[in-house]
């Protein structure tokens, strides 16, 4: 009898776990269609992500392409003054797509929009350097004028009179059109070489052999270059489109701008304000911080350049000769805090 009942009890607690188990059983269905139909919805907003992006790339590869060639239309036919200055505002709506773009373009789809953008550039530059007269050439006795119709202060290997250089000629005296775009320095050693806001509105400055000076650009320019420069320091204001460095070192620079691209430069600090993504290309030892020089009109300056002000990725940089993604360039690093603080003036 005693046997009975305790198999009684032990078939007695099977039916109970066998009905737990039964009541369990919808729980664990219903949690388990939750989570396919959480997946479902998940996959499903990342096709719909995805299908944005594709989207955007797609209007900005049309758009680009749109407007590229008809910058390149507007080159091929620039035998006048407006047709250029068309040219170059349409150039600054093109890099102005491309920074709206950076944050859905795959970062070839940059590098291939940037790549074009320089290519443009230099072929304004060469189109306004076509059409300016041919006295802007000629040597002078105390002046002479540079191969991409810079201002020389002096002869190469002649050092210049101390102080300031000469403010350039208008463009009245200058008669001619060549003036009205393009000015900088070249072939100066150990000089001071600045330029006032009425200088350098929009116009494109060249900056080229320059050791160890120091140039302060005060105010806007449209374009920036400085080629073979040695131990300088440049402060320029805001410039409404691209700056260039190509073969500088042991030099330290504050720009705002566009766009950046440094190539076969060493040793060098940059301070920087940048609404696109900084280039560098052969290059070794380039440091970044963020932009710090001021001056009395700068507000006025940004306000002329178009540049957002709120908009900077001074250490968002590309090197094109570093594509490993996992591990940081050894080409270019950021500035540490402590070497930050420069007294400019």
Same mark, same amino acid.
């Given at each position: 009898m005693e046997t009975g009942n305790c198999s009684g009890a032990v078939v @007695?607690?099977?039916?109970?776990?066998?009905?737990?188990? *039964?009541?369990?059983?919808?729980? %664990?269905?219903?949690?388990?269609?939750?989570?396919?139909?959480?997946?479902v919805e998940r996959r499903k907003q990342k096709r719909q992500n995805q299908e944005v992006v594709e989207e955007k790339s797609d209007y900005f590869t049309s758009a680009f392409a749109r407007e590229r060639a008809a910058v390149e239309e $507007?080159?091929? #036919? #620039?035998?006048?003054?407006?047709?250029?200055?068309?040219?170059?505002?349409?150039?600054? @709506? $093109?890099?102005k797509l491309l920074n709206d773009s950076v944050l859905f373009l795959a970062a070839y789809e940059v590098r291939q929009g940037q790549e074009a953008l320089a290519q443009l550039q230099a072929a304004l530059a060469d189109r306004r350097l076509q059409l300016q007269p041919k006295k802007r050439f000629a040597f002078k006795t105390r002046r002479k004028d540079a191969a991409l119709a810079t201002e020389v202060d002096a002869a190469p290997g002649t050092q210049a009179a101390e102080g300031i250089p000469a403010s350039p000629p208008s463009v009245k005296e200058e008669g001619g059109l060549g003036s009205s775009w393009l000015c900088g320095f070249s072939n100066l050693k150990s000089q001071v070489l600045e330029k006032r806001a009425e200088e350098l509105h929009q116009r494109d400055v060249v900056l080229t052999e320059l050791?160890?000076?120091?140039? !302060?650009?005060? @105010?806007?320019?449209?374009?920036?270059?400085? +080629? !073979? /420069? *040695? #131990?300088? &320091?440049?402060?320029?204001?805001?410039?409404?489109?691209?700056?260039? $460095?190509?073969?500088?070192?042991?030099?330290?620079?504050?720009? /705002?701008?566009?766009?950046?691209r440094v190539h &076969? &430069? %060493?040793? &060098? %600090?940059?301070? $920087?304000?940048? +609404?696109?993504? /900084?280039?560098?290309?052969d290059c070794k030892g380039i440091q970044f911080a963020p932009y710090t020089w001021s001056y009395p009109g700068i507000d006025k300056d940004f306000e002329s350049s178009g540049l957002d002000r709120s908009k900077n990725n001074w250490n968002d940089v590309d090197d094109f000769n570093w594509l490993a993604r996992d591990m940081a360039s050894p080409n270019w690093s950021i500035l540490p805090e402590e070497e930050r603080t420069i007294q400019w003036d």
């Amino acid at each position: 009898m005693e046997t009975g009942n305790c198999s009684g009890a032990v078939v @007695g607690n099977g039916d109970i776990g066998s009905q737990r188990d *039964r009541s369990l059983l919808p729980e %664990r269905l219903q949690r388990r269609d939750q989570e396919r139909q959480l997946e479902v919805e998940r996959r499903k907003q990342k096709r719909q992500n995805q299908e944005v992006v594709e989207e955007k790339s797609d209007y900005f590869t049309s758009a680009f392409a749109r407007e590229r060639a008809a910058v390149e239309e $507007l080159l091929e #036919g #620039g035998e006048s003054v407006e047709r250029l200055e068309e040219a170059a505002a349409r150039l600054q @709506g $093109l890099q102005k797509l491309l920074n709206d773009s950076v944050l859905f373009l795959a970062a070839y789809e940059v590098r291939q929009g940037q790549e074009a953008l320089a290519q443009l550039q230099a072929a304004l530059a060469d189109r306004r350097l076509q059409l300016q007269p041919k006295k802007r050439f000629a040597f002078k006795t105390r002046r002479k004028d540079a191969a991409l119709a810079t201002e020389v202060d002096a002869a190469p290997g002649t050092q210049a009179a101390e102080g300031i250089p000469a403010s350039p000629p208008s463009v009245k005296e200058e008669g001619g059109l060549g003036s009205s775009w393009l000015c900088g320095f070249s072939n100066l050693k150990s000089q001071v070489l600045e330029k006032r806001a009425e200088e350098l509105h929009q116009r494109d400055v060249v900056l080229t052999e320059l050791s160890n000076c120091t140039i !302060k650009l005060y @105010g806007n320019p449209n374009t920036l270059r400085l +080629t !073979k /420069a *040695r #131990g300088c &320091t440049l402060l320029c204001g805001p410039v409404s489109t691209s700056v260039f $460095l190509d073969d500088c070192s042991e030099c330290v620079l504050a720009v /705002a701008c566009q766009q950046l691209r440094v190539h &076969t &430069t %060493r040793d &060098t %600090r940059i301070f $920087l304000q940048v +609404t696109s993504r /900084a280039i560098v290309e052969d290059c070794k030892g380039i440091q970044f911080a963020p932009y710090t020089w001021s001056y009395p009109g700068i507000d006025k300056d940004f306000e002329s350049s178009g540049l957002d002000r709120s908009k900077n990725n001074w250490n968002d940089v590309d090197d094109f000769n570093w594509l490993a993604r996992d591990m940081a360039s050894p080409n270019w690093s950021i500035l540490p805090e402590e070497e930050r603080t420069i007294q400019w003036d």
